[in-house]
Antibody
Framework: EVQLVETGGGLVQPGKSLKLTCATS????????MHWVRQSPEKQLEWVAQ??????????YYAESVKGRFTISRDDSKSSVYLQMNSLKEEDTAIYYCGLRLAYWGQGTLVTVSS | DIQMTQSPPSLSASLGETVSIECRASEDIYSNLAWYQQKSGKSPQLLIYYASSLQDGVPSRFSGSGSGTQYSLKISGMQPEDEGVYYCLQGSKYPLTFGSGTKLEIK
């Protein structure tokens, strides 16, 4: 059974950093293309980032709204994907989901950016 | 970026009624379209991928169709468990983009 568990969310001040972790099991992680997607308090879904597999040179892609501030990475030995979020803004407040090929999603972790 | 225009924003249907939700892309997305259902407090669940392929475990009353820039999701025979918000997602070009959602309720 595919399982994705996001952790690391919380309340953070604008301009600060936070790192999200998505621990996975139930599939061959090393071959998987992984995503982060967020859902705003207004319920709008926004794709955030993707990282491909080693065979694709771990290629990464980002939404324009987070490019230069967020970094997606992975550790195949731990079957985990990460989202390092720097220079956070209030508009980054959302539930952050990780996704396997966007076919399977975790339960999400809430990030609140507020002073 | 490819814009996904989803309609209607909300819909109310009786049990057993057939329902359709539309998504229009701002350019050809070559059937790279998925449909998701999200129930209150839960993460989105994949229903349809590549415009018309049914995800494993999804009831056959759900179907998808379309090509080019126009796509639709049909629910043939509304059930109580079908209440929720439905989103489309284009995967043709980065950045991937979602529709704004359709809230489906039982009448």
């Amino acid at each position: 059974e595919v399982q994705l568990v996001e952790t690391g969310g919380g309340l953070v001040q604008p301009g600060k950093s936070l790192k999200l972790t998505c621990a996975t099991s139930g599939f061959t992680f090393s071959n998987a293309w992984m995503h982060w997607v967020r859902q705003s308090p207004e319920k709008q879904l926004e794709w955030v980032a993707q990282i491909k597999a080693k065979s694709n040179n771990y290629a990464t892609y980002y939404a324009e709204s987070v490019k230069g501030r967020f970094t997606i990475s992975r550790d195949d030995s731990k079957s985990s994907v990460y989202l390092q979020m720097n220079s956070l803004k209030e508009e980054d407040t959302a539930i952050y989901y990780c996704g396997l090929r966007l076919a399977y999603w975790g339960q999400g972790t809430l990030v609140t950016v507020s002073s | 970026d490819i814009q996904m225009t989803q309609s209607p924003p909300s819909l109310s249907a009786s049990l057993g009624e057939t329902v359709s939700i539309e998504c229009r892309a701002s350019e050809d997305i070559y059937s790279n379209l998925a449909w998701y259902q999200q129930k209150s407090g839960k993460s989105p669940q994949l229903l349809i991928y590549y415009a018309s392929s049914l995800q494993d475990g999804v009831p056959s009353r759900f179907s998808g169709s379309g090509s080019g820039t126009q796509y639709s999701l049909k629910i043939s025979g509304m059930q109580p468990e079908d209440e929720g918000v439905y989103y489309c997602l284009q995967g043709s070009k980065y950045p991937l983009t979602f529709g704004s959602g359709t809230k489906l309720e039982i009448k």
